[in-house]
């Protein structure tokens, strides 16, 4: 399915230019860092604490404190700076910064990448459908993707969680399962009704391109021929048409984890997420110290810029080499 | 097909786009856990009260006939009542359309004249520095989250510089000007420019980017077609030949791609307002989600819908002026 021009237009245009180096580079060390988060956070990222003036973890865990001074009249912190045990500091519930980065990338992948599985799943046969069969079956279908694109993403997301909830579903970690990382959660939640609702909202743009495509190859010689042999539209539509628009709903696909990523983060930030270990969710609540412990929100905003910079990146080189109305740099 | 004809058919296939997003609204409301009477009432009212409210609103009646009273009320302009405030929704819409306007209008005029050119630079001047620079600019602004972003600039400008207020929008547009040409007094228009010079920008860098990108891409492609090479060697100067016919034609699929990006823009307000405390639409539809008063909720988005509608139906006509192929 992937030809020889379009492997060596991929391997020309990834030497030709720096971009697509620091764009798999940053990708590769985020899906690293996710994947090995219980391994490489030095704290649980979910659990809370009070520190002292050192940083270090002040009574004993089991106390409670209500204000920011324990009975020993020494002075205990909940929001900690960067110090060498919490690298990258506390936020406003004690909990570590750092240990928190590694997860948020966890939920930031899992939801981009399964959030366009759901798009491409509903979009790529609605398009292919109204594109291959055309007239009332077109209308009706295209009618229907109009009327999403009126809805803004966002808005239409928040009305669909609104009604259905949050539903978080509990993902157990490997690699607690298997005794190698000692302390950290068991499982972390995925926000379950938003991965499924960033993939309804996603939907209308890969019809189009599906569409567009499969209108292209219907009149091709190609698939008349096999037409007129009795193949069934099925067979047509899984053999030739879906493979011969497979380019650019790649090329889409990636540029949509991007997408999909920053209305997750999006989503978060407004409160509707279902796991608070989310990148969008600690931004909203390092807004609350913003002009004292800025670093709270400032370090989850970089893993995001720099996971969805890394994506476009990818989605970048792709369209350069796959897509043969662009046809690389060189023209 | 002339121009007339072509506009009709959008204007009827608006309609039905507008009446598709009415229907998966009500949908959404009727499969809503929640009972509207104990929402509009609050905790603790009393059965004889719900009960006397659900008769009055109808909300005993089965869910077809309460389908077409709304449809007939959307109608004639009536959106309904507001579960929570209990003041007519198209009043609560209506007071809030100029603050988002004016930070919609704001980001686009910002956008557009920053990533044109800009644009238009990194296509002339390829792989040279100010084509990396733009490059860079671009990527950085279709990978940023506008609600991080909004919240550095106010780290940055509002607290650690201190020149630009962290929020609100503390007086409109059109009250600065009336200070201005009644009293020749700019200090309104300078409150104003202050108030929305960090949400603009927050709202609008996703656009410049964007549109940066869409130039410097459809200018690659149109300065190697034919026609750039053949009135070149007709003895047309360049820079004729570029900002004449080359930007002309591709601004034709940019402003397309813009038309459709209004929803995004639309979606980017209601993050911009949260961040600034910027009192528009946006802000009203998060504080109607989180009190679950779907009149209101419902009535935004109609409205929303709407503005996407009409605004796709301009771009059309204007695509129609630009690109007279599209009506033969």
Known sequence: MISDRVKSNLKRTFFQSLLPKIGLVLLVSIILMATFAPLLATHDPTRTGYYD?????????GHEYTGSIAEDGEIVEITVEPTSEHILGTNNVGQDVYSRFLYGARVSLLVGVLGTIMALAIGVPVGLIAGYYGGRVDDALMRVADTMLAFPALVLALALIGVFGESPVMVPDPFVMIGLADGMPEAIPIP???TIVVGLVSWVWFARVARGEALAIRNEEYVKAAK??????RTILLQHVLPNSLTPIIVLATIQIAVIILLEASLAYLGFSGTTLSWGYEIERGQDVLRTRPWVSMFPGIGIVLTVIGVNLLGD???????PNIEGEGR | MNVGKFLLRRVLQGIFVIWGVVTIMFGLRAVSPGDPATLMLGEGATQELIEHVREQEGLNEPIYVQYFDYLQGLIVGDFGYSWRSNREVEAMVIERIPATVELAVVATIVAVVIAIPLGVISATRRNQPSDYGATMFSLL????PNFWLGLMLILLFGV???VLPTGRRAVGFGEAMVTLVQYGSATGLITWLQHIALPAITLGTYFTALITRLTRSGMIDELGKPYVTASRAKGLPNVLVRYKHVLRNTMIPIITVLGLQMGTLMGGAVITETVFNWP???LRLIDALDARDWPLMQGIVVFIAIAFVTINIFVDAIYSYLNPQVNE
């Open chain 2, 141 to 144: 602004g279709i990978s940023t």
């Open chain 1, 228 to 233: 007129s042999f009795g193949t069934s539209d």
């Open chain 1, 53 to 61: 003036e050192q940083g270090a973890e002040y009574p004993p865990i």
């Open chain 2, 280 to 282: 528009g639409l946006g």
């Open chain 1, 317 to 323: 080189w792709f369209r350069d080499a796959l897509d």
């Open chain 1, 192 to 194: 379950g009704t938003v």
């Open chain 2, 160 to 162: 650690w510089i201190g």
